[in-house]
Nanobody, 123 residues
């Protein structure tokens, strides 16, 4: 059984930083991608950043230069370092793990998801 868990969300002021963590278990493939998505109220879920088991990273244009994804030493662990946060970054952030066919940041590519962690950027 695949399980995904996110942590690290919280309230941060505009311009601040936050690091999210994702741990997955039970996904026993050599090649995989761990991806962060976010969904704000009234908006569709969008891909933010992903990293493959080989270390290739993917970023949405809206976060390039501000967010950095990395892998942990433990298998199936990933971190999202978010800097220069903006109010528009406020959302529920989800982590997913899987193998994509065409678009690594498309929600439909992934079957296994966590419950999400809330990030609120506000003064």
């Amino acid at each position: 059984q695949v399980q995904v868990a996110e942590s690290g969300g919280g309230l941060v002021q505009p311009g601040g930083s936050l690091t999210l963590s994702c741990e997955a278990s039970g996904f026993n493939y050599e090649y995989y991608v761990m991806v962060w998505f976010r969904q704000a109220p009234g908006k569709v879920r969008e891909g933010v950043s992903g990293i493959s088991s080989e270390g290739k990273s993917y970023y949405a244009d809206s976060v390039k230069g501000r967010f950095t994804i990395s892998r942990g030493n433990a298998k199936n662990t990933a971190y999202l370092r978010m800097e220069r946060l903006e109010r528009e970054d406020t959302a529920l952030y989800y982590c997913a793990i899987g193998r994509f066919e065409s678009d690594p940041l498309a929600p439909g590519e992934y079957q296994f998801w966590g419950q999400g962690t809330q990030v609120t950027v506000s003064s």
